[in-house]
């Protein structure tokens, strides 16, 4: 049993988390309480994502299914249904009317949100597909799979517009796009977190000293006070790096077992991060400077 997955609400007010308990449960960000807990998947959840006003919340389950939960009556909304297989990873476009998923079935699918319909399905990867996301205006998605590669997709066409690639192809955890889309930012299980520059398809910077070799580990930007990469690592570590210098500034000691997901605070110099088996906890780090 592991959390698998957790995401600030727009605002920061609110901690979504998802686990293998089957359960979606969202927490006070300031006390660290229970503010509410969804059941309706029927397997383990993988992913949480928070629509761009904060109204629903998306959940990607073992099930096969993705879940959108009205925040307000905290039932579902919509049960969105055609991945094949385990889905994996789900995100909202910014303006929230359509949603991003991709799973074990090897496809990314891009779904209407208000009709609940499969608009697209993207023969993407040639193995589960680990991570996907749109860019800030919404004409991007990106994906990435155990197959090692990165995919930048034209989100109206569903083309594939470019292909990322390392020379030693290793598994890819996690991508995302940095804040400005000019670059977008892939873990993989080497143990290396990169920074590519996908327009001329050149890595600019990489980022090491934390363990990623097992499991599909998140990694994230901090811009709230400075510009920092995060990653949870296998020993137990939240590692903080420097964008620009690439230098470990801070590492983040108190878990007891490998930390899978991490998430930055909206506004605040926060990090939560989550663990696994012989520690269920969910922590929240705060820069006390700032």
Known sequence: MSISSLKFSPDGSLLASSA?????????????EVFKTYEGHHEGVNDVAWSSDGDFLASASDDKSIILW???????AKILQGHTNFVFCVNFNPRSNLLVSGGYDETVRVWDVARGWSLKVLPAHSDPVTA??????????????????????????GQCLKTLVDDDNPICSHVKFSPNSKFVLAATQDSTIRLWNY???RCVKTYTGHINRTYCLFTCFVTTNGQYVVSGSEDAKVYV????????????????????????????????????????????????SY
């Open 132 to 157: 996907v996301g749109f860019n800030h205006d919404g004409t991007l998605i990106v994906s990435c799979a155990m197959d090692g590669l990165i995919r930048i997709w034209d989100s109206e066409s």
């Open 241 to 288: 790096w420097d964008l620009q210098s690439r230098e470990i500034v801070q590492v983040l000691e108190g878990h007891r077992d490998a930390v899978l997901a991490v998430a930055t605070h909206p506004e605040r110099a926060i990090i939560a991060s989550a663990s696994t088996e012989k520690d269920l906890t969910i922590r929240l780090w705060c820069d006390e």
């Open 70 to 76: 009205n925040m307000e009556q905290g039932d579902p």
């Open 20 to 32: 293998g308990d089957k359960l979606v449960k969202v927490w006070d960000a300031n006390t660290g």
């Open 199 to 201: 327009q001329n398809s």
